[in-house]
């Protein structure tokens, strides 16, 4: 008899993954992303300029002011807000899109889009907080990427503390010291997270068929 495969399915989840600037979020997404091919990354729209090696399109969408209020006013944002001066946020279209296939979308957004994406789907949505083992190490993660001015770096170390006040409106922790821990770590909660029961659909006529009632 030919075996049969399991008939239930997924939606998909949100992964949001934030920290304070320098603590290597850019660096863990884009292994996850590397090694997992039903993770997408949500292209966020923003006013910032484009950083040397960044591509458009594919880091960031990256629009004036007037395109970007009226991606806002438009209703095409899941959520936006202003960091460091600049303005960012979420398109909708991709990210509905991809739930509903089962695939699941990774967010590098700071903690106000965190919990405005949360407050419409909590139930989608697994917010992970990075830190950095110290505030020494993010000062010297900072400079050592080289695309910011020292006034820019200045800037963001400023604002460190504010964003790491907000640890506490995530579910999981990660300190990244060594980056593969780190990134071992994100893998492990991601593949916890896929395996919740919420998440999945259609289980109950599978597990009747199991049962020999189906
Ligand atoms: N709310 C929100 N925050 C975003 C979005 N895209 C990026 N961010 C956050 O904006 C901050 C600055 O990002 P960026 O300019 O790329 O510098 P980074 O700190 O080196 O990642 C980071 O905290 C990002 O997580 C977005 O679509 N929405
Ligand atoms: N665990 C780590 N140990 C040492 N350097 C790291 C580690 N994680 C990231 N970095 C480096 O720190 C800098 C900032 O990391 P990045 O991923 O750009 O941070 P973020 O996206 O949070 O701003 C980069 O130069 C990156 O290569």
């Given at each position: 008899m030919a075996r049969r495969t399991a008939r239930f399915r997924r939606r998909g989840l949100m992964f949001v993954l934030s920290s304070?600037?320098?603590?290597g979020k850019t660096t863990i997404s884009r292994k996850l992303l590397e090694d997992d091919d039903n993770l997408q990354l949500s292209i966020s729209a923003t006013t910032r300029p484009k950083r040397p090696g960044e591509r458009d399109g594919i880091d960031y969408h990256f629009v004036d002011h007037a395109a970007f209020e009226r991606m806002a006013q438009g209703g095409e944002l899941l959520e936006h807000a202003v960091v460091f001066g600049n303005r960012y946020g979420t398109p909708r279209g991709p990210v509905e899109k991809a739930l509903a296939a089962g695939r699941d979308v990774l967010f590098d957004i700071d903690w106000q889009g965190t919990q405005q994406v949360y407050s419409k789907m909590p139930d989608d949505v697994v917010r992970v907080f990075i830190l950095p083992p110290s505030i020494e190490e993010l000062e010297r993660r900072l400079h050592t990427r080289?695309?910011?001015?020292d006034e820019v770096v200045a800037q963001r170390m400023a604002k460190a503390a504010d964003e790491m006040s907000?640890?506490?409106?995530?579910?999981y922790i990660i300190v990244n010291e060594q980056v593969e821990r780190a990134v071992v770590e994100a893998k492990a909660i991601l593949t916890a997270e896929r395996r919740?029961?919420?998440?999945?659909?259609g289980l109950d006529s599978f597990v009747k068929q199991l049962r020999g009632e189906g």
């Amino acid at each position: 008899m030919a075996r049969r495969t399991a008939r239930f399915r997924r939606r998909g989840l949100m992964f949001v993954l934030s920290s304070p600037s320098g603590a290597g979020k850019t660096t863990i997404s884009r292994k996850l992303l590397e090694d997992d091919d039903n993770l997408q990354l949500s292209i966020s729209a923003t006013t910032r300029p484009k950083r040397p090696g960044e591509r458009d399109g594919i880091d960031y969408h990256f629009v004036d002011h007037a395109a970007f209020e009226r991606m806002a006013q438009g209703g095409e944002l899941l959520e936006h807000a202003v960091v460091f001066g600049n303005r960012y946020g979420t398109p909708r279209g991709p990210v509905e899109k991809a739930l509903a296939a089962g695939r699941d979308v990774l967010f590098d957004i700071d903690w106000q889009g965190t919990q405005q994406v949360y407050s419409k789907m909590p139930d989608d949505v697994v917010r992970v907080f990075i830190l950095p083992p110290s505030i020494e190490e993010l000062e010297r993660r900072l400079h050592t990427r080289a695309q910011d001015s020292d006034e820019v770096v200045a800037q963001r170390m400023a604002k460190a503390a504010d964003e790491m006040s907000h640890y506490d409106a995530y579910d999981y922790i990660i300190v990244n010291e060594q980056v593969e821990r780190a990134v071992v770590e994100a893998k492990a909660i991601l593949t916890a997270e896929r395996r919740r029961l919420k998440r999945l659909i259609g289980l109950d006529s599978f597990v009747k068929q199991l049962r020999g009632e189906g």
